[in-house]
């Protein structure tokens, strides 16, 4: 059976990946550094706490888990380490050439998981490449007629009947 190691610091989306990997027939390993209430699942074969470093750039902090990620792999013959939560990403990333016997999910650098995760920096991002400017003008174009103030009332049966009118 193949299996799967998930870094988690987030219980919620860690949840959705493990029932995904449950249907398709995938043993489902955690690496958690929180208690969460995954530890009672029983789409998970093994739950364990393990802490992460603070500051995943630092290698020095990163030796303790590389060592126990790398035993996981040879004892449960995992297949592929996987991260739930922006913050396993980043960790994940950094981990990645430190992973032996077992393929790591691909991930973009933790600048540019940085960049996409800020929402003001993701702005910023899609100012500089006028994109925006393309999304305000439909939404100005969907509030020009129903501002506040103006008729809500059928602005909401729109929305129930379909599509708002635009123009």
Known sequence: MTGVLILCQSDALARRVIYCLKGAGIETHIFANIRTSLRFSRYVKKYTMVDFPDNAA??????????????CVA????????????DSQVLLHELTPHVIG?????????EVLHLLHDKWQFHQLLKAHAA??????QAGRLWSR?????DNKSYLRSLKAGTPPIN
Do not use: E, Y
């Open 132 to 137: 925006d400017n393309i999304v305000a003008g």
């Open 58 to 71: 630092a290698s020095a902090d990163l030796t303790n888990l590389r060592a126990l990620i790398n035993t």
């Open 75 to 86: 004892i449960h013959s995992i297949d592929c380490v996987m991260a739930s939560d922006i």
């Open 146 to 150: 129903h501002s506040p103030g103006a």
């Open 102 to 110: 077992a393929a790591c999910f691909p991930t973009s650098s933790n």
